[in-house]
């Protein structure tokens, strides 16, 4: 929780209501597996300990994160624990391979608070070989953001072979999948970025090619 997560009080606090869960609206979800998870995963009943109270998972969260809301700090509180005692990510009611492609209006929702990061949860996928297409606005003088992505399986391994490149203005991530599991794509760029469509498609048989350097667009 290295991150700025200062950010959330504004920003989480204006979210329109997407849930999650009973109460863990999507933007919590999101925010802590870009800016949270990477020091959390795999760490199945590991240091953090909550048989303290929640004052223990309190003192975590606002140290790393400063100032937060009580609400914010009990919902990345609860993430944290889910990761931990089930060593999964928290559900989220969305899978791009089941809706093939999405818009602005549902990848809004996937963006970390911060704009630089998106986690998009492609859904249990059979095995086979994928192609993730992401599309941006073109980003003119300013040129392509430093950005690299992530395809991490239900038990936090990320996907070896990760093929990445630009075609006709389009990032295009090319990868494998071996056993059927749920996956994820997170997306970090140095900079804000903003996806306006994002599209799962199965590769053609012998066309996944040959993987591309990843540093993504």
């Known amino acids: 929780m290295d991150q700025p997560l200062w950010l959330l009080t504004a920003v989480l606090a204006s979210a329109p209501t997407l849930m999650a869960g009973d109460r863990i609206r999507i933007e919590s979800v999101v925010a802590f597996h870009t ?36 609400e914010t700090v009990r919902d990345l509180a609860e ?3 889910y990761m931990k005692e089930r060593c999964a990510f928290y559900p989220l009611p969305l899978a791009l391979i089941e809706d093939r492609t999405w818009g602005v209006d549902v990848l809004r929702h996937l963006r970390a608070p911060d704009g630089t990061a998106y986690f998009l949860p492609l859904g249990r996928l059979a095995p086979g070989a994928y192609r993730l297409w992401l599309d941006m606005p073109d980003p003119g003088p300013a040129g392509r953001p430093d950005a690299t992505a992530e395809i991490i399986a239900a038990d936090f391994e990320p996907l070896p072979g990760l093929g990445s490149s630009w075609v006709d203005g389009r990032w295009l991530l090319q990868f494998q999948v071996d056993g059927p599991a749920e996956h994820y794509a997170r997306l970090k760029a140095d900079r804000p970025i903003a996806l306006v469509r994002a599209e799962l498609t199965p590769a053609p048989a012998g066309h996944l090619g040959p993987p591309c350097p990843n540093p993504g667009p």
């Open 35 to 70: 800016q949270c998870a990477n020091c959390h995963e795999g760490e199945c009943s590991g240091r953090l300990s909550f048989d303290l109270g929640p004052t223990v998972a309190d003192a975590h969260i606002r140290r790393h994160g400063g100032a937060l809301p009580l």
């Open 79 to 81: 993430l944290l624990r």
